[in-house]
């Protein structure tokens, strides 16, 4: 009769042990979860900076470009005088 009579406390310490588990892998998951949390933050900030870079990058190269434009421009009408000058000066 004891061993019958104490038959919900032993099934309360299993229950309460099987709760101490399940808490303990929350735990555990939890901070997982808090670190891939805190990685994708770092690795959105990276990407974020990358793309701020590429972004300061093209605007860069295109206003290169519009002065590579200019000064390519500049270089045949230069050419053009010059060719006007020979022809003045060789005729």
Do not use: H, P
Not at 5 to 16: D, H, K, M, P, R
Not at 58 to 86: F, H, I, N, P, V
């Amino acid at each position: 009769m004891c061993v019958v009579g104490y038959g919900w406390l032993v099934n309360s310490i299993e229950c309460a042990g099987k709760l101490e588990e399940a808490i303990d892998r929350l735990k555990k998951e939890t901070n997982q979860r808090k670190e891939v949390e805190v990685k994708e933050k770092a690795t959105t900030n990276e990407a974020r900076k990358l793309q701020r870079r590429f972004d300061d990058m093209s605007l860069a190269r295109l206003a290169d470009q519009k002065a590579l434009e200019g000064c390519a421009t500049r270089c045949k009408e230069l050419e053009d005088k010059l060719a006007k000058a020979d022809e003045q000066v060789f005729t």
